[in-house]
Nanobody, 124 residues
Framework: QVQLVESGGGLVQTGGSLRLSCAASGRTFSRYAMGWFRQAPGKEREFVAAINWGRGRTYYADSVKGRFTISRDNAKNTMYLQMNSLKPEDTAVYYC?????????????????WGQGTQVTVSS
């Protein structure tokens, strides 16, 4: 069992930066692949980025590639999402998720555990 808690969301102007954190509790955090998703009002939850548990391979949605960076610190049981050059279309509730599956899943159904979400609002 893994419990996830996101933090770091807030209001930022276009072009600004935020760093989201996802703190995990429970055993063997280092053995879970992790991901970030987001959901804007009236839209489906969409994949943002993922990182595996082994060598730290990463994968990004095209919409955030080059602007966002996913990372993890297994010693601190924490995952991060550094978001730079933010745009109004990045406005959403951001969720972290964990899965015991191997690989870099991009579908919400591939993840077993979810946080409660943190709001990111980018003003124009």
């Amino acid at each position: 069992q893994v419990q996830l808690v996101e933090s770091g969301g807030g209001l930022v102007q276009t072009g600004g930066s935020l760093r989201l954190s996802c703190a995990a509790s429970g055993r063997t955090f280092s053995r879970y692949a992790m991901g970030w998703f987001r959901q804007a009002p009236g839209k489906e939850r969409e994949f943002v980025a993922a990182i595996n548990w082994g060598r730290g391979r990463t994968y990004y949605a095209d919409s955030v590639k080059g602007r966002f960076t996913i990372s993890r610190d297994n010693a601190k049981n924490t995952m991060y999402l550094q978001m730079n050059s933010l745009k109004p279309e990045d406005t959403a509730v951001y969720y972290c998720a964990a899965t015991a599956s191997v690989g870099l899943g991009q579908g919400p159904d591939e993840y077993d555990y979810w946080g409660q979400g943190t709001q990111v609002t980018v003003s124009s």
